[in-house]
């Protein structure tokens, strides 16, 4: 039947124009009723015969509708043959408008871009595809001015499919581009920021479809990275380290951080660059008590303590006392690790210094109500550290990954504190109603307020440090167990409040009569449910 279909196609086009012009265009209108009734198999016999035309935009134009439809073999049949890519792509426009697999994009430009209905969502437009891909991957995105060679429109293509859900045409377009970790790293971060909007993904399949897309292109770019790491390391580190201009100055390893694909941030090729970022001129591991030792005696940067790489030691080695100890000190400050160290130092300083303030220096009357230059010194502090927490939000939000920063849990923390913190130092400066003296005397009630609040946020700056000792090889990893610990035991503290909670309304059943129910007594004793099964043994301690 579908022969039929083919002979009947040719002899139109043959009665249409002369047999001469129409040799080759016959084989391709039986392409197309090939692709119409999704025969790849038939299509190729046809392409692979002596008088099939090559005409790379004819090509094309069926890439398109192959491409809309989602059809993988005859994809890879066409591009194989010579369809015209970067014509394929200067139209691209109509893949986001007629693709079969749209509803989540108008989804998400609906509830993210314009508020509009469903049914106004035009995916035709240029502009929202731009602003659309712009959001999510957190750059500058033009797609129809980086179609100027094969590569880039592989690369655009590769986006169209992976916002597509198309996993098998994105993974095929990802193969032909000139930089695979660049592209399995960029699906990831929109795949990642996707699968995160609200309202956007709701289906079962889109979501089994996002998993699997995440899953698959980072162990692509692994892949590449293990081929990379076995044939060269400097071409690895160049790899790795490159600098997307398009993505707002990321290298990979930013991206692969962006997008929290820690597989490939854990790869050992992306550990050992990582390391020497980290120690960036030195070539031993400085730790916290090193850092704060050099900074207190400067001298010991020419002390075994601390060792440099060879070519700093052996560029100073002919140079006088002075300039080679300007020279490694300038290096030992620059360092990321000891940057790093110095804030933890300086955080613990703050901590102490606001905790001595806080139980010395404030008070309800006398020269403990007024500002003295201890609290000018703790606020000028903690101003500094607030604007620091504006300047990384300010940079998130510019590079358009708020949401990343805001997910982080000891970011949430860093708000509550600062909030806390503020709203403590207020009220416990607000003076009391004046009542004819001079002497300075603060409200009571605001003042008990202020101080609770003040010892809760001193809670969360020391709480805070855990996270920072994160990066400690030693201390780091017990961190990371013990989070992933909390996890079962929430499930074991759940049972045993159970347990308890039993034990307890048995506990009061026994020991109160229907008459004790009274309006007063209630809610002491449903209190003391609780009390006795928890804090009861605490109380016989505190007792003796």
């Not at 050099?294 to 020419?302: A, G, I, K």
């Not at 690790?337 to 933890?344: H, L, N, Q, T």
Request: one cysteine or more.
């Amino acid at each position: 039947l579908l022969e039929a279909l083919v002979k009947a196609q040719a002899t139109l086009s043959q009665n249409m124009s002369d047999e001469a012009t129409n040799a080759g265009s016959i084989h391709l209108s039986g392409v197309q009723v090939a692709l119409g009734w999704n025969r790849p198999d038939f299509a190729e016999k046809l392409l692979n015969s002596d008088s099939a035309t090559k005409d790379e935009k004819a090509l094309g134009s069926i890439l398109m509708h192959a491409l809309a439809w989602n059809l993988y073999d005859f994809t890879e049949l066409l591009l194989a043959h010579g369809a015209s890519i970067p014509m394929v792509a200067a139209n691209m426009i109509l893949l986001y408008g007629s693709g079969n697999n749209v509803d989540h994009l108008k989804r998400y430009v609906r509830y993210h871009l314009g508020g509009l209905h469903h049914s106004e969502v035009n995916l035709n437009d240029k502009a929202t595809i731009d602003k659309m891909i712009d959001r999510l991957s957190g750059s500058q995105h033009n797609f129809h001015s980086n179609v100027s060679n094969e590569s880039d429109s592989y690369f655009e293509l590769m986006v169209w499919a992976a916002l597509s859900l198309s996993p098998e045409i994105a993974e095929l377009m990802w193969s032909n581009t000139q930089e695979p970790i660049k592209g399995a790293l960029f699906i990831l971060m929109i795949l990642r920021k996707l699968e995160k909007s609200k309202k956007v993904i709701v289906t079962n399949h889109e979501k089994e479809t996002i998993e699997f897309m995440r899953k698959r292109f980072e162990q692509l770019a692994i892949d590449i990275m293990d081929l990379l790491h076995q044939n060269s390391e400097k071409t690895l580190r160049e790899k790795a380290l490159k600098v997307v201009a398009r993505l707002d100055d990321m290298s990979y390893i930013d991206m692969a951080y962006v997008c929290q694909a820690k597989d490939f941030v854990a790869h050992p090729a992306c550990q050992e660059l990582q390391d020497k970022r980290w120690k960036r001129g030195l070539t031993s591991e400085v730790g916290f008590f090193t850092t704060v030792l050099v900074f207190l005696c400067p001298l010991l940067v020419m002390s075994p303590l601390v060792t440099f790489n060879r070519s700093l030691i052996n560029k100073g080695a002919t140079c006088g006392f002075k300039v080679k100890w300007t020279r490694q000190f300038k290096a030992f400050c620059t360092s990321p690790s000891v940057k790093f160290w110095m804030e933890v130092a300086m955080y613990l300083l703050f901590i102490v210094y606001q905790s001595y303030v806080i139980l010395t220096k404030v008070g309800r009357e006398g020269d403990n109500c007024t500002l003295n230059t201890q609290k000018v010194i703790l606020l000028v502090w903690f101003g500094m550290l607030l604007i620091d927490e504006f300047i990384q939000i300010f940079q998130a939000v510019n590079l358009g990954h708020f949401s990343v920063w805001f997910n982080v849990i000891w970011n949430k923390i860093d708000a509550v504190m600062y909030m806390i913190n503020i709203m403590g130092l207020i009220l416990v400066h607000i003076p009391a109603k004046s009542e004819g003296g001079t002497e300075c005397k603060i409200d009571d009630d605001n003042y008990d307020v202020g101080r609770v609040l003040l010892s809760i946020s001193s809670i969360l700056f020391i709480l805070r440090l855990i996270h920072m000792f994160i990066s400690d090889k030693y201390l780091g990893p017990t961190v990371l167990m013990i989070n992933k610990m909390l996890k079962d035991f929430k499930v074991f503290l759940t049972m045993l409040m159970m347990v308890l909670i039993a034990f307890g309304v048995g506990y009061a059943v026994v020991l109160t009569e229907p008459s004790d129910f009274t309006k007063e007594k209630t809610p002491t004793i449903i209190g003391g449910i609780f009390f006795y099964t928890f804090f009861s043994d605490v109380r016989r301690i505190i007792r003796g």
